[in-house]
């Protein structure tokens, strides 16, 4: 096979990793890689690589975006390149990922794979591939929209609403001229979402779980050091959340309350960014964190992961902290619904913050050993990497099938 993945950066962030873990899988079954990115790159020996764009063409994007909210829809110059690129390659699937990073066209890109009869596949990473581009998670706004048109977009205000109602329009009709268009999910809740939307028109519709590294993300033995290095009274329970930077939509609040609620039996440990973060005695903000050896310590040294966000397509953080064997307490919502066995944790009314707290107190009743194999087992069913990888290779196999026909 030959493979083409685009998406914004490779070797970092989740969809970077993502798409590096399946460039090395493609490689050992002896397939053809290229990778198309833009923003940044870790190359290695699993791919080619081919960049869209230079970093002015993006700022002038970025800028351009800016003035009249149209994400996704300038760069048209390099997205042209790219497609000669493409044209090059003759890839057997083009597989897009993250496009929503000021470097793509994807009109253009689009219209591209229509016309030339490309196979695609779009991973459903977030809502913006089946939006009109204003936003990237539609549950923040309790919107229906993008399942009508987007006619009446609430992420922005009254002057562009009429511009994304005709992004949309010509969104969902260049979706539909691709003869083999395949969805994927990275979750079972995406993946339903997806097919309501604009993406409805797919041949193909499924879902593959993101992957846990559970070599790497196994239970440690260094709870001691763990919470002297930072500061954990003894006798109270480590109460552990990791984000990219905290808000309310991450769940702050809610870390403010179990934190107020459990003053004399618990400490909150938050990683990611400050942005803020109220001082107390019992909870504190740590900073944003690339080390993953330090997360793995602290997942492993922690008696609970709360995860109190709204909005999680597939929850990565909960996962690695189950996979450590820690038990869970999360929102009944979009993907947490699907990660959080009852075994391994507990599920709050969405939105509920007294009933969240409530159930953290539950689950730190019980010993953390009564939940820690439960949880270890789960991921190791689930979300275990080479499974989940092997997963897209015959998802790709699957749809060069379907072409064919």
């Known amino acids: 096979m030959k493979i083409v993945q685009i998406n914004a950066v490779y070797g970092v962030g989740s969809t970077g990793r993502i798409a590096q873990d399946i460039a090395c899988a493609l490689k050992a079954q002896g397939h053809e890689n290229h990778i198309f990115w833009a923003i940044t790159c870790r190359a290695d020996e699993n791919a080619a690589f081919y960049r869209i764009g230079s970093t002015l063409d993006h700022k002038r994007h970025a800028l351009l975006r800016r003035i009249d909210g149209k994400q996704g829809w300038h760069s048209k110059a390099a997205t042209k390149r790219a497609c000669r690129e493409l044209l090059r390659i003759q890839p057997d699937v083009v597989h897009l990922h993250n496009l929503h990073s000021n470097f793509i066209h994807l009109p253009y890109l689009l219209n591209f794979l229509g016309q030339h009869k490309i196979p695609t596949l779009v991973t459903v990473h977030d809502s913006w591939p089946f939006t009109c581009g204003y ?19 609430l992420a922005v205000d009254k002057r562009l609403r009429k511009a994304g109602a005709e ?3 010509i969104k969902e009709d260049l979706y539909s001229r691709i003869p083999v268009l395949a969805v994927n999910g990275v979750s079972k809740w995406t993946a339903e979402a997806a097919g309501k939307s604009m993406l409805r028109s797919a041949k193909i519709n499924t879902y593959i779980y993101n992957w846990i590294d559970t070599d790497l993300f196994k239970p440690q033995n260094n709870t001691a050091e763990v919470r002297e290095k930072y500061g954990i009274p003894e006798g109270n329970k480590l109460i552990l959340g990791v984000s990219q930077g905290w808000s309310e939509r991450k769940g702050l609040q809610e870390f403010l309350q179990i934190a107020d609620e459990l003053r004399d039996s618990a400490t ?8 803020g973060v109220p001082k107390k005695e019992n909870l ?13 310590d602290l997942y492993s040294a ?3 992961f709360v995860n109190p966000s709204r909005a999680e397509t597939f929850g990565l953080v909960t996962a690695e902290a189950m996979s450590c064997g820690t038990p ?8 947490s619904r699907e990660l959080v066995a ?4 507990a599920l709050a009314a969405d939105g509920d913050a007294d009933s969240l707290v409530c159930l953290c107190r539950k689950v730190l009743e019980s010993p953390k050993e009564a939940y820690s194999h439960a949880c270890r087992q789960w991921v190791l069913d689930n979300f275990e990497k080479q499974t989940q990888l092997q997963k897209y290779v015959e998802l790709y196999e699957k749809i060069i099938k379907k072409s064919e026909e």
């Open 135 to 153: 936003c990237a998670h539609y549950i923040y706004h309790d919107c229906d929209q993008w399942e009508k048109g987007c006619k009446n977009c």
């Open 167 to 169: 992004m949309y329009r």
């Open 268 to 275: 909150v440990i938050l990683v990611g960014e400050d942005n």
């Open 284 to 296: 504190r903000c740590i900073g944003f964190t690339n080390d993953r050896q330090e997360l793995i």
């Open 302 to 304: 922690a008696d609970l």
């Open 328 to 335: 869970v307490v999360a929102y009944d919502n979009t993907g």
């Open 342 to 345: 009852p075994q391994c944790g």
